[in-house]
């Protein structure tokens, strides 16, 4: 397992004692004050889109529970909405873990999603199934507020002390998987689907579209909507014109893997 940054961390066992990992994980994380334990002592993270907020019942995504995101095409623009949740959940203290097991995440685009390098630390594995390990252990280091994982390996077990991780401590967990993975049982509180929609030309600052499906939330609608990443404002908007606009048809094909561009 190889965790960075600021610098590349000494070889370490597949599946070291949890102490370990813990102590590596600390120790490139700048000194953060212990949040409060659970899930209810610490506010709902807002979207900041009040059509999406209010029909989430916190009003915000939920601190301290599961939360998934699935590829609805091969773009990145799931990579990229994940980086924008972690960015949100981190705030303006917190650390955040991004775990998967390919290198070659665009530093430079996730930034460009409002994501700070200097909170965010990356873990690679060299199996996808100790991603679930490495995100549970990650949870119990009081200076991160979320962490990410990609993975198609998703045991029962796994998710389930990955639940009881967040829920003890407060922190936020992110699934980031492949579209194929909607015809699955949801254990996580909220089920996102994301794809690219094609930009307009003439509107200028306007990087990215996506589509947003709210496939499933917990005591809760599902919805869907069309947003825009804003260079301007560094923020999502919705994108009004495009709202009934059909999204391109583009089905998952093994092998996915996000490009450096988001939409």
């Excluded at 004692?17 to 002592?41: D, M, N």
């Excluded at 908007?237 to 893997?257: D, F, I, K, S, Y």
Aim: proline share 10%; hydrophobic share 50%.
């Amino acid at each position: 397992m190889n965790i960075e940054p600021p610098a590349m961390a000494p070889a370490l066992p597949s599946r070291p004692p949890a102490a370990l990992t813990i102590a590596a994980l600390q120790a490139q994380l700048r000194t953060g004050q212990p949040r409060s334990k659970g899930a209810t002592a610490r506010p709902p993270v807002p979207l900041g889109l009040t059509a999406i907020d209010r029909t989430l019942p916190w009003g915000g995504l939920p601190r301290g529970c599961l939360h998934e995101i699935l590829a609805a095409d091969a773009s990145a623009a799931a990579v990229a909405f994940a980086a924008v949740l972690l960015a949100r959940f981190a705030g303006r203290g917190g650390h955040v873990l991004w775990c998967r097991r390919r290198r070659g995440l665009y530093a430079p685009g996730l930034a460009g999603m409002g994501l700070d390098p200097a909170r965010l630390l990356m873990v690679h594995v060299e199996r996808e199934a100790d991603v679930l390990w490495v995100m549970e252990d990650a949870l119990r280091c009081p200076a991160v507020a979320a962490v990410l994982g990609e993975t198609t390996v998703l045991a029962p077990i796994g998710l389930r002390r990955l639940q009881l991780a967040a829920e003890a401590s407060g922190g936020t967990a992110l699934l980031l998987r492949p579209g194929a993975a909607a015809a699955t049982a949801a254990w996580a509180v909220t089920r996102w689907q994301i794809g690219a929609v094609p930009g307009i030309a003439d509107a200028p600052g306007i990087r990215s579209r996506w589509r947003l499906e709210l496939l499933r939330c917990r005591s809760g609608p599902a919805g869907a909507w069309v947003v825009e990443w804003c260079d301007e404002t560094d923020r999502l908007a919705l994108a009004a014109e495009l709202r009934h606009r059909p999204p391109a048809p583009a089905a998952w094909q093994p092998g996915w893997q996000p490009s450096a561009r988001a939409g």
